[in-house]
């Protein structure tokens, strides 16, 4: 028997066409594969999905149009530990901001109304026993973040010893989050390791821009 | 280049070996003539052995009523084959410390096989016509070829992680490990088995704990250290959700004569024995 022909795959918004996307039966949508420092906005009704060690993932979207998106993504080390407290911005902060407000961005530029928007949080693990808890600074920057910019958090999943597999529908808000074995601790922890010196070796040049 | 499994295990020739006390035990369960004195001289010449065996006979793992205080005794009472799996049981970690790997700590991988040996040998006792202290072991040993992918082929024992990472649906390891490499884990565990030439329950337990429907001569025993695998992921993430987890073929049920609905009981008792387990097994 023929396989039907999968449907279409919708098209990605400008500056989203490099991140992977392939069919998924299981939900009949597409699914985009975020990797660590990535991020993705859709308008369609499409999976959006990443694992998570110690980074940190906020899903956020309009609840009124659907519009929405995840970032993945981690402080990097700053010399000062509470610097994200004090009024200078840190390099740390700095990234941090970064990364919310792409996501952010993208999501007002594409139709959503910043009093509609809403978010879920995910990941912040502390999948290895004898590190320092990174990814409870993650989670506490981004908790501070969304307060500050007063919007609210439906629902999180975050810390613990346990890696994670989250995959988010923007269209409806809905989430699924699995934990993954230990098993998988080492080679999820390398990738993130590889990313955080990419983003420790390249600073953010200038300032967040402003929309 | 291609890889076999044959060419596999020369490669880990003399890193890796049966320790002497299951050895001579083993040589001494086979013979026809030996006494249960023989086997208890075996063990005592084994001083280190001795002390930990006699541990986990008087441990709430065996539950005795009485004191279990001369090898003699811990022989009459556990009785031969089972010393003979025990000694195999209290070895394996360190056997396999000679197989160091980078892609997955020591201390988790025998996490998960000790809750597979403990959720096996809690399934045997409900399911009542298997050896519960057999499947235990079987259980421990299950993913031995594991250790020996992640030593010999690291780059594609990560691609195969790596594989079952990117899949938005629950991939088994081991269907990424034969999609990389061509084989897997389980045919890898099951030729060492073979070639150490351990009890055929044991073979069939490791070579088909992930083809249930290929084993002949203990379908039942492989078939509870297939749930048990899974189940054992299901304890170490702490959820009830089979769906998170390697899949349970429905004929492992059909064939243990057991039911999925015992899985959040067995899941709790298995969670609240890990500990006390882990401290007389691997001496933590």
């Given at each position: 028997?023929?396989?039907?022909?999968l449907?279409?795959?919708?098209?990605?918004?400008?500056?989203?066409?490099?991140?992977?996307?392939?069919w998924?039966?299981?939900?009949?949508?597409?699914?985009?594969?975020?990797?660590?420092?990535?991020?993705?906005?859709?308008?369609?009704?499409?999976?959006?999905?990443?694992?998570?060690?110690?980074?940190?993932?906020?899903?956020?979207?309009d609840?009124i149009n659907?519009?929405?998106?995840?970032?993945?993504?981690?402080?990097?080390?700053?010399?000062?530990?509470?610097?994200?407290?004090s009024?200078?911005?840190?390099?740390a902060?700095?990234?941090?901001?970064?990364?919310m407000?792409?996501?952010?961005?993208?999501?007002?530029k594409?139709?959503g109304?910043?009093?509609?928007?809403e978010?879920?949080?995910?990941?912040?693990?502390?999948?290895?026993?004898?590190?320092?808890?990174?990814?409870?600074?993650?989670?506490?920057?981004?908790r501070?973040?969304?307060?500050?910019?007063?919007?609210?958090?439906?629902?999180?999943d975050v810390g613990?010893?346990?890696p994670?597999?989250?995959?988010?529908?923007?269209?409806t808000?809905?989430?699924?989050?699995?934990?993954?074995?230990?098993?998988h601790?080492n080679?999820i922890v390398?990738?993130?390791s590889r990313?955080?010196?990419?983003?420790e070796?390249e600073?953010?040049?200038?300032?967040?821009?402003?929309f | 280049?291609?890889?076999?499994?044959?060419?596999?295990?020369?490669?880990?020739?003399?890193?890796?070996?049966?320790?002497?006390?299951?050895?001579?035990?083993?040589?001494?369960?086979?013979?026809?003539?030996s006494?249960m004195a023989?086997?208890?001289?075996?063990?005592?010449?084994?001083?280190?052995f001795?002390?930990r065996?006699?541990?986990?006979?008087?441990?709430?793992?065996?539950?005795?009523s009485?004191?279990i205080?001369?090898?003699?005794?811990?022989?009459?009472?556990?009785?031969?084959?089972?010393?003979?799996?025990?000694a195999l049981s209290?070895s394996?970690?360190?056997?396999?410390?000679?197989?160091?790997?980078?892609?997955?700590?020591?201390d988790n991988?025998?996490?998960h096989?000790?809750?597979?040996?403990?959720i096996?040998?809690?399934?045997?006792?409900?399911?009542?016509?298997?050896?519960?202290?057999?499947v235990?072991?079987?259980?421990?040993?299950?993913?031995?070829?594991?250790?020996?992918?992640?030593?010999?082929?690291?780059?594609?024992?990560?691609?195969?992680l790596?594989?079952?990472?990117?899949?938005?649906d629950?991939?088994?390891?081991?269907q990424?490990e034969r999609?990389?490499?061509?084989?897997?884990?389980?045919e890898?565990?099951?030729?060492?088995?073979r070639?150490?030439t351990?009890?055929?329950?044991?073979?069939?337990c490791?070579?088909?704990?992930?083809?249930?429907?290929?084993?002949?001569r203990?379908?039942?025993?492989?078939?509870?250290?297939?749930?048990?695998?899974?189940?054992a992921?299901?304890?170490?993430?702490?959820?009830?959700?089979?769906?998170d987890?390697?899949?349970?073929?429905?004929l492992?049920?059909?064939?243990?004569?057991?039911?999925?609905?015992?899985?959040?009981?067995?899941?709790?008792?298995?969670?609240?024995?890990?500990?006390?387990?882990?401290?007389?097994?691997?001496?933590?």
């Amino acid at each position: 028997m023929a396989t039907p022909p999968l449907p279409r795959i919708p098209l990605a918004l400008p500056g989203f066409e490099q991140v992977r996307r392939s069919w998924n039966d299981t939900h009949e949508a597409y699914a985009a594969r975020l990797l660590p420092g990535e991020y993705y906005v859709t308008l369609n009704d499409e999976c959006v999905y990443t694992t998570l060690g110690s980074c940190i993932s906020a899903c956020i979207r309009d609840r009124i149009n659907g519009v929405g998106g995840m970032n993945h993504f981690m402080l990097p080390a700053s010399t000062d530990a509470n610097s994200w407290k004090s009024t200078n911005l840190s390099a740390a902060t700095r990234y941090g901001n970064f990364a919310m407000e792409h996501l952010i961005n993208v999501i007002l530029k594409n139709g959503g109304k910043r009093q509609n928007l809403e978010a879920k949080l995910f990941g912040g693990g502390r999948i290895m026993q004898n590190m320092t808890d990174i990814g409870m600074r993650n989670i506490i920057f981004v908790r501070d973040y969304l307060k500050i910019e007063e919007i609210k958090v439906l629902s999180e999943d975050v810390g613990d010893i346990y890696p994670r597999m989250v995959a988010y529908f923007p269209a409806t808000g809905k989430v699924r989050v699995k934990r993954l074995r230990s098993l998988h601790n080492n080679t999820i922890v390398e990738e993130e390791s590889r990313y955080i010196k990419t983003v420790e070796k390249e600073p953010i040049k200038s300032d967040i821009e402003l929309f | 280049m291609k890889n076999n499994i044959a060419d596999l295990l020369k490669g880990v020739d003399g890193l890796i070996t049966l320790p002497h006390v299951y050895i001579r035990i083993n040589q001494l369960v086979e013979a026809p003539d030996s006494t249960m004195a023989d086997i208890a001289k075996a063990v005592s010449q084994d001083p280190s052995f001795t002390v930990r065996m006699l541990r986990v006979a008087n441990s709430p793992f065996y539950g005795f009523s009485s004191t279990i205080d001369t090898v003699d005794k811990a022989v009459a009472i556990i009785g031969t084959s089972q010393i003979r799996n025990l000694a195999l049981s209290m070895s394996v970690a360190s056997t396999f410390a000679g197989l160091p790997n980078n892609l997955v700590s020591m201390d988790n991988f025998w996490r998960h096989s000790l809750y597979c040996a403990l959720i096996a040998r809690i399934l045997a006792k409900q399911a009542r016509r298997c050896d519960p202290e057999a499947v235990f072991t079987a259980g421990l040993l299950h993913d031995i070829g594991e250790l020996i992918i992640f030593n010999r082929l690291p780059e594609q024992a990560h691609q195969s992680l790596q594989l079952v990472l990117d899949q938005l649906d629950e991939m088994p390891v081991y269907q990424a490990e034969r999609q990389v490499i061509g084989f897997d884990h389980a045919e890898v565990g099951g030729e060492l088995a073979r070639l150490w030439t351990l009890p055929p329950l044991l073979v069939e337990c490791i070579a088909f704990h992930h083809s249930i429907e290929r084993a002949e001569r203990y379908p039942r025993e492989a078939a509870l250290v297939h749930i048990a695998n899974s189940l054992a992921q299901m304890a170490e993430v702490d959820t009830l959700e089979t769906e998170d987890v390697t899949p349970v073929d429905p004929l492992a049920w059909e064939i243990a004569g057991l039911d999925e609905e015992i899985i959040e009981q067995v899941i709790r008792e298995a969670q609240a024995e890990i500990i006390e387990t882990e401290k007389l097994f691997f001496g933590k």
